[in-house]
């Protein structure tokens, strides 16, 4: 098979390993890619978003199916541009089309979803700016703190959790009538504040089955000890220790069941990846939202673990026969420690130039934000650069060789966190 994988992250660099490593595979393509990727596959330099080049790039390379790394080609429609393009059609796609990726492109839809399918969530209401003032008075009935959610995708940035009922009031007037995340905010959830522990679930489903993928928890903030400001994820583990046997069959019997059930009763044909946040509420689990894709650097940490094909199991994921395939995943814990930019996820330095990972040896080095320069060094081109994933029989184990490896790379102003896992040790 021919299998083009589209994105350039952490993400993807692991998609691209994985795949690498199954007897179906004949060419892999990354889309654009990075330094990783580019060792284990051939990178092409299009747009994601831009679905002609991608068109022009299948039909090429005689790609036979299509893995979408990121959010925005699938909220976009690529795979129902894939399905109405004749010469497309019999290309799979692993990822939902428009209806489904609306779970995370609309906070408002997701919540409607949950709601009539009975899916423990947080209550809410969704406002515009016509109903404004009535969201401001649905705040004076709330206690603190208050949760408002931009409608659309935000680029990770659309959520406020606020102490201060007013100035929740001045941010949801900002967010509907100023354009606070641009047209993402032209409507706003406002929601209650659950207070707990978050882990991820994902699953993987052809629509009419499904297989749950090992558990994850990511470390957002910037600073050690969850300080500072948010990112894409400074690090992550899996599985989730506090997520025993009851707390995951209580997720499948009360959240994963009654999703796919939910997408099937609305019509909506599902084929991917889905991304469940959580929060564990005194042992009860609450969708907190929806990804359609799978979440990084959760990835690096949950595909390793996985010991079954991954093409096999996609090709069940497009044929609609994942029930069939064959499942496992090792028992071992695996870690993965992001090293970033100096001053991400501000503004930061690209073009440092990246040694000492090539020799490490008991860690997997996934490349994130790097590319190879005119010299054929390797520099960095992002604000998340590498995430250095490793193994162990405790969470203590795999983050120690991942921390003694990071010792041996190098790159200007080279920062990470140096307490992943702190909370579950
Ligand atoms: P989201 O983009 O919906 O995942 O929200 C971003 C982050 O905000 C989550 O990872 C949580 O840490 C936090 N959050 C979102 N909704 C709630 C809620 N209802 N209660 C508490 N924290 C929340
Ligand atoms: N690490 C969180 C995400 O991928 O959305």
Redesign the pocket.
């Known amino acids: 098979m021919n299998i083009l994988i589209l994105g350039s992250g952490g993400r993807e660099h692991a998609f691209a390993k994985k795949i690498s490593e199954s007897e179906r595979i004949n060419n892999l393509f990354v889309a654009p890619g990075n330094a990783g990727t580019e060792t284990i596959a051939t990178n092409i330099s299009i747009s994601l978003t831009d679905f002609h080049a991608v068109k022009e790039m299948v039909l090429e390379n005689n790609i036979d199916m299509v893995v979408v790394g990121p959010e925005a080609p699938l909220v976009e429609g690529i795979h129902d541009f894939f399905l109405g393009d004749e010469a497309l059609r019999n290309v799979s796609v692993i990822g939902p089309k428009k209806d489904g990726a609306l779970l995370e492109g609309s906070?408002d839809f997701s919540k409607q979803f949950m709601e009539k399918h009975q899916i423990p969530?947080?209550k809410?209401k969704s406002f515009t700016s016509k109903t404004l003032e009535e969201g401001k008075l649905f705040l004076d009935t709330l206690q603190p703190?208050f949760?408002l959610?931009a409608d659309g995708l935000a680029a990770?940035k659309?959520?406020l959790?606020l102490n201060d009922v007013n100035e929740a009031k001045i941010e949801l007037e900002e967010m509907l009538s100023n354009n606070k995340f641009g047209k993402a905010s032209s409507k706003v959830v406002i929601?209650?504040?659950?207070?707990?522990i978050?882990l991820s679930v994902f699953v993987l489903t052809d629509g009419k089955s499904y297989k749950v993928l090992p558990s994850a928890k990511d470390y957002?903030r910037i600073g050690e000890g969850d300080t500072g400001l948010?990112t894409g994820g400074m690090g992550a583990i899996s599985p989730v220790p506090f997520a025993n046997d009851q707390f995951l069959s209580k997720v499948e019997e009360t959240i994963i069941k009654p999703t796919i059930k939910g997408l099937q009763l609305d019509g909506i044909d599902y084929r991917g990846f889905i991304f469940i946040?959580l929060?564990n509420v005194n042992g009860k689990p609450?969708v907190?939202?929806y990804?359609v894709r799978m979440g990084d650097p959760e990835t690096e940490v949950v595909l390793p673990r996985i010991q079954s094909d991954l093409v096999d199991l996609f090709e069940g994921v497009a044929n609609q026969t994942l029930e069939m395939k064959t499942y496992s995943v090792t028992t071992q814990t695996a870690t993965t420690v992001m090293l970033v930019s100096g001053g991400y996820p501000e503004s930061y330095e690209k073009g440092k130039e990246i040694t000492g990972y090539d020799s490490i040896k008991d860690s997997i080095v996934y490349h994130a934000g790097t590319t190879s320069d005119q010299e054929g060094k390797v520099v960095t081109s992002g604000g998340r650069v590498m995430a250095i994933t490793s193994f162990g029989n405790s969470i203590e184990e795999a983050l120690d060789k991942s921390y003694r490896n990071i010792d041996k790379i190098a790159f200007d102003k080279m920062n990470f966190r140096s307490d992943i896992g702190f909370d579950l040790k």
């Open positions: 906070k969530t947080a809410y703190p949760v959610k990770g659309g959520v959790i929601e209650e504040f659950l207070d707990g978050e957002k948010n946040g929060m609450f907190i939202e990804n």
